[in-house]
């Protein structure tokens, strides 16, 4: 290697003026030169008069004809593959390579798309295709030789260590120098191991985002599409394309580097890696950093007016920083984990282990006697989980939370009690953050009472391999170490012990005390930056890693084995085994959910989400006085509304008292559901008024029973609506102020006039309206508000052609509009028929209607009307209940306040986002539109759905409607609070900042 390639190479002297005289004399065309960056070479962009574009080169003096020629071999190679590059145009001459002023030039097709270096977030699939083409390149180069493929260049992976080392000195920076070398060393060290097994062949070896030119496609993500740039292609590892791949992805999302993974996995389903390339890919991700690091600071210090390379800098940094955030065992065996390869590390390959802690065998004594022989009583395994009852109505929120099930063991008379080792502890579980908590324990956690002190044996045979002032580590014969924290010990380093032998006490205590037992492996680290105090924790993203760097003490403790694992995609595979295909799920990565407290949502994992779309639960999840209600009613009585119990007219009286003073309205009959609800009212409507024409509105959405569905009128939901439609439903025209007919002030007049030519032309049919059913916010449009005046004008228009008016509620009725309890009272409407639903039950289910006698009564011509569930004790004292907590924690004020708060941050985004159209609705029904033009008002459907899926990354849970699906909706439980609501606002500003 010379030594202008150790250090770095001064760019070619050819400015863009020259770029054009280069077009004109070697190529015969007149061109606009514009430089495009290069650390080493020259790179322009010429355009011709007519658009045309193509990319002119300038090679560094250093490389080759042989080099140049092996490029243009690789080229043919990845075409005959099928991927996609940019094919060198040759001179006036007919050769590719030409001669000007020195210096070799090259002149190329211009790639569709642009670099994709300077683009925000990736998301998984944009990963996994990096990783698919890095798999495609090391194919299509399988067979690759050439001459010019020799060359050792400072970029070549088997180098790099080496080449950070030397270029090191020009870091000015002392403590990152510090970092970079010794990152270098650990990642060089743990390379050597499989070093000598890594294939071999002709690689790109710097298939990076900057030198990959990406499409936008119908998800409206760019995606990666054609290769750039041969220029560092020679021999190499094949394993090191996947690397200098993985490690340009890092700078997109650095605080999240383990989103690799998905990248990694998608190169080894397409080019299967060997165990040794496997062990190899981080060390080498680290070595791509480290040298990145170096040359650039080099690159300046030579080249100081390169403001690429300057730009370049701060990124590369970055990277590195992101490389080695994760200890590069622990992502190492992130790797392994993710690809399969079990067992542990052993040279080159994988030790395989018939089971973890083989040679420590189940301990025979009464439970923890084999760590603390003195104990006795009983032992209570607690549960901390997900699930656990003992957490019920938010006390997994209390800070004492672990105390208070320690002291609920001992006061019902055990003697320790234990937290399990890998249960994913819910008490640990953190609110409105972006990242997840460190919810796994590494560790067993023993506690004892208050009392005298304890003896601790070592319930292995070993050598003491570290002493602390509260903490023990046994090297066991096993091949495992046992970390014990918590106990005074009374050991030094270096004794030999044999299993019972006492290694310590747990001291005197006036109040309970705790002892962490964990089993690591060797080459485990600490889970936690520093020395670990007491039990070990690590965030989900981790488990993968140090499930297998760790193992359960229970059975050197005679427990139960209770470890968990994040098991959602065993349960999404469950689910789409025996669910019907039609049957809707969310995500595309879909988190298994198992937990909700107020408007909160918590996965199997611990990781917690605000609930931004749960209108169902609108006193917010696990309410305590509805479950007390169930509780104390399915104990007692449940059966049907034939009989006679006090609780059917209490919640009647209770829900007629909640319409607007001056109501007529005086009857409830009440059912299962929304659909049914809906269903119920248009027989009503059409057995009061003796017709059966009903008025519905284009793209609602109602319900999905025979009548409900019927007038539905959203193709969204119904595809096949205006096939299916019956003769008795007329669809109008709807009132949408924003993307109708008629927009704007002055809107509602208008559509209320179509409204009433309509009736007027069913008359003159023979078709006499029987009702006319409106959301009273046009709920499946995202929140719209209806124009003002539009429902007092329709309702009129109605009642004058002899017709019922029907409001639906289900969504937008029971405070959640925050100046009003029902939605109606927004236009200042009384409707005869008021269909409700989600939030009576707080998800138990609950519908009704609410009408007057005398309309009730005419469902009397069509027999008798009954419903099973409808109205039995049970669902009526859930509705008490929710109504009783509605009118005590002043949820409809809250839905005002914290609604106006969280209306007010979506309107500043708007200001600095152009994607944001209106933000629709009031209270905590709201909707974002999201537009590709506000002008147009384009619908950014498919960017809607990618935003939701980067929101969900981030904690919230946040999902589209709409007839277009471009609308995020917002219809969070009412108990919604305002810190929360400014997370939600500050997530997506974050989304739209940095992509989706």
């Known amino acids: 290697m010379t030594e202008e390639q150790l250090g770095g190479l001064v760019r070619p002297d050819v400015s863009v ?132 493929l020799a060359s050792e260049h400072m970029w070549v992976m088997a180098v790099a260590y080496e080449q950070t080392v030397a270029l090191s000195s020009a870091i000015a920076d002392e403590e990152l120098r510090t970092r970079v070398l010794a990152a270098a060393e650990q990642a060089n060290a743990a390379l050597a191991e499989v070093a000598a097994e890594l294939p071999t062949q002709a690689i790109h070896g710097d298939l990076t985002d900057d030198n990959v030119t990406g499409l936008l496609g119908d998800d409206s993500r760019v995606h990666p599409h054609t290769v750039l740039d041969l220029g560092d292609l020679a021999y190499g590892w094949r394993v090191s394309e996947l690397a200098v791949t993985a490690s340009s992805m890092l700078h997109h999302e650095p605080e999240r580097p383990l989103r690799l993974l998905d990248l990694i996995s998608a190169f080894h389903r397409e080019a299967p890696l060997s165990i040794a390339e496997a062990r190899a890919v981080w060390p080498l991700i680290v070595l791509r950093a480290t040298i990145l690091v170096a040359s650039g600071w080099r690159q300046l210090e030579i080249d100081g007016d390169n403001d690429y390379a300057r730009d370049r800098v701060a990124g590369e940094q970055a990277i590195f920083d992101a490389a080695t955030a994760v200890p590069l065992a622990e992502a190492t065996e992130q790797v392994l984990a993710r690809l399969g390869f079990q067992g542990v590390p052993a040279g080159s390959g994988l030790q395989l282990i ?145 299993a019972g032998d006492s290694i310590g006490v747990l001291a005197e205590a006036s109040a309970p005390r705790s002892l962490a037992v964990g089993l690591r492996r060797k080459d485990a680290g600490e889970p936690d930056s520093g020395a670990a105090v007491g039990v070990a924790f690590v965030a989900p993203d981790r488990v993968p890693a140090w499930a297998r760097f760790s193992h359960d003490p229970a059975d050197l403790l005679g427990l139960p084995r209770l470890a968990q694992r994040d098991e959602s995609s065993d349960e999404l595979a469950r689910r789409e085994e025996i669910f019907a295909s039609a049957q809707e799920r969310y995500y595309e990565r879909p988190m298994q959910i198992e937990r909700g407290w107020r408007h909160h949502l918590v996965d199997t994992t611990g990781r917690a989400y605000i609930d931004m779309v749960n209108n169902v639960t609108g006193l917010g999840h696990g309410h305590p006085g509805v479950a007390d209600a169930v509780n104390r009613q399915i104990r007692v009585l449940n059966t049907n509304s034939r009989f006679l119990f006090r609780e059917l007219a209490e919640y009647s009286e209770r829900l007629l008292a909640l319409l607007p003073e001056g109501s007529e309205l005086d009857t409830v009959l009440l059912v299962n559901s929304g659909s049914e609800a809906v269903d119920l009212a248009l027989r009503l409507a059409q057995a009061a008024t003796g017709r059966r024409t009903v008025v519905s509105l284009r793209e609602a959405y109602h319900g999905w029973t025979m009548a409900s569905d019927a007038v539905t009128t959203s193709a969204y939901d119904n595809p096949f609506a205006a096939e299916t439609r019956p003769d008795w439903v007329h669809v109008a025209d709807v009132p949408n102020q924003f993307r109708g007919t008629y927009r704007g002030s002055g809107s509602g007049a208008r559509y209320a006039s179509d409204l009433g030519a309509d009736l007027a032309l069913l008359a003159a049919e023979g078709r006499e309206v029987a009702g006319f059913i409106c959301e009273s916010v046009l709920g499946n449009a995202g929140g719209v508000m ?171 849970v946040v999902l589209t409607t709409s007839e277009r699906s471009n609308v995020l909706k917002v219809k969070p439980p009412l108990c919604l609070t305002g810190e929360s609501a400014d997370v939600v606002v500050a997530a997506l500003d974050r989304v739209l900042t940095e992509g989706w």
Not at 27 to 39: R, T
Not at 58 to 63: G, I, Q, R
Not at 864 to 883: H, T
Not at 919 to 935: A, I, K, N
Request: charged share 20%.
């Open 17 to 148: 003026t020259d770029a054009a005289t280069i077009a004109r004399e070697c190529y015969g065309i007149e061109a606009v030169a514009s430089e495009l960056g290069s650390n080493q070479d020259r790179n322009f962009v010429l355009r011709e008069s007519d658009g045309s574009r193509s990319v002119l080169r300038v090679d560094n003096p250093v490389f080759t004809d042989a080099a140049r020629e092996a490029q243009h071999a690789a080229l043919v190679a990845y075409r005959a593959a099928g991927v996609p590059v940019a094919s060198v145009i040759p001179g006036l001459d007919g050769a590719e390579t030409q001669r000007w002023g020195g210096f070799a030039v090259r002149r190329s097709e211009f790639a569709p798309g642009s670099p994709m270096v300077d683009l925000g977030y990736f998301a998984p699939v944009v990963l996994e295709e990096f990783g698919a083409l890095a798999a495609a390149s090391v194919r299509a180069l399988a067979d690759l030789t050439h001459p010019g």
């Open 354 to 498: 018939a089971a973890p802690g083989v040679g420590i065998e189940r301990s025979a004594a009464a439970p923890l006697r084999a760590l603390l022989p003195d104990l006795s009583g009983e032992v209570s395994v607690l549960d901390p989980g997900v699930e656990s009852e003992a957490l019920n109505a938010g006390a997994w929120r209390a800070d004492d939370a672990e105390a208070t099930l320690v002291s609920a063991a001992f006061a019902a008379g055990a003697a320790a009690a234990v937290f399990p080792y890998g249960v994913y502890r819910l008490t640990r579980t953190t609110v409105d953050t972006a990242e997840a908590g460190a919810t796994w324990p590494v560790d067993t956690e023993l506690w004892l009472p208050a009392g005298a002190p304890a003896a601790v044996v070592t319930p292995v045979s070993g050598r003491v391999a570290s002493v602390g002032s509260d903490y023990l580590r046994i090297e066991a014969s096993s091949g495992w170490t046992l970390v014990l924290h918590g106990l005074t010990p009374a050991l030094q380093v270096g004794t030999e012990l044999g």
């Open 786 to 956: 209806l124009p003002d005046g539009y429902l007092a004008d329709a309702y009129q228009r109605v009642r004058a052609a002899g017709g019922l008016c029907i409001a639906d509620e289900v969504q937008v009725g029971f405070g959640r509009m925050g100046t009003s309890f029902w939605g109606f009272e927004q236009s200042g409407v009384r409707p005869d028929i008021i269909a409700i639903a989600k939030p009576m039950g707080n998800g138990f289910p609950i519908g009704g209607v609410i009408t007057s006698k005398k309309v009730a009564d005419a469902l009397a011509s069509q027999g008798q009307f009954f419903s099973s569930a409808g109205g039995n004790p049970l669902s009526c004292a859930v509705g008490i209940a929710v109504l009783d907590a509605m009118r005590d924690e002043a949820l409809q004020e809250n839905a005002r306040v914290v609604g106006a708060r969280l209306a007010d941050g979506f309107r500043r985004l708007a200001e600095t986002h152009a994607i944001i159209g209106p933000v629709h609705g009031e209270g905590l029904y709201l909707g974002v539109e999201l537009v590709r033009d506000r002008e147009t008002m384009e619908p950014a459907t498919e960017e809607a759905a990618a935003i939701c899926e980067r929101l969900r990354e981030l904690g919230i």
